[in-house]
């Protein structure tokens, strides 16, 4: 294993509290997300589900972390950022167990995920929620922050280049 696959099989809590890691959603492109309920970047849920729709059976899988780190922006329990998710933005993309992505206490795949740079060449703490991170099938780490829209080009090109069909 290289050290850049080895973000893919970093250990992480489902919502419903079994252990995953991305390298158990296949062996394509993972675009993880730190999502929150209640940020006014919550509409990216909507384009985030019709990446997963577009591309899911050519081997993207959008994977959500929920997070309360900045101004406490996903106060609820599981079950109720799940209800959300499903009935707000019909998501069907795995959410994940809430998770820290900064400070003490974060989670381990964030902390890998962290030192990957954005396209300014910044690597370090994640600034806000809907931060991205798209991981290709041999570990490489792309980063883009929060305000990038999931349907940027960028990430477009990136996900279809990574393909498995």
Not at 48 to 73: A, H, I, K, M, W
Not at 127 to 151: A, I, M, Y
């Amino acid at each position: 294993m290289t050290a850049a696959s080895a973000v893919r099989d970093i250990p992480f809590t489902t919502a419903d509290g079994d252990e995953a890691t991305l390298a158990s959603y296949g062996d394509g492109v993972a675009l993880v997300v730190n999502v929150a309920s209640k940020c006014g970047l919550a509409p990216q849920y909507e384009q985030l589900e019709q990446l997963q729709r577009t591309y899911g059976d050519r081997g993207l899988t959008v994977v959500g972390f929920p997070c309360n780190q900045f101004l406490g922006q996903e106060p609820g329990s599981m079950e109720q950022i799940l209800d959300y998710c499903a009935t707000t933005w019909g998501v069907s993309f795995p959410v994940n167990d809430k998770i820290k992505v900064n400070g003490r206490g974060a989670a381990p795949l964030y902390a890998a995920l962290k030192s990957a740079k954005d396209g300014n060449g910044k690597a370090g703490a994640v600034k806000w929620n809907f931060e991205k991170f798209l991981v290709t099938p041999d570990g490489s780490v792309h980063r883009f922050r929060p305000t990038t829209s999931p349907d940027d080009p960028e990430i477009l090109r990136l996900i279809e280049q990574h393909l498995t069909s």
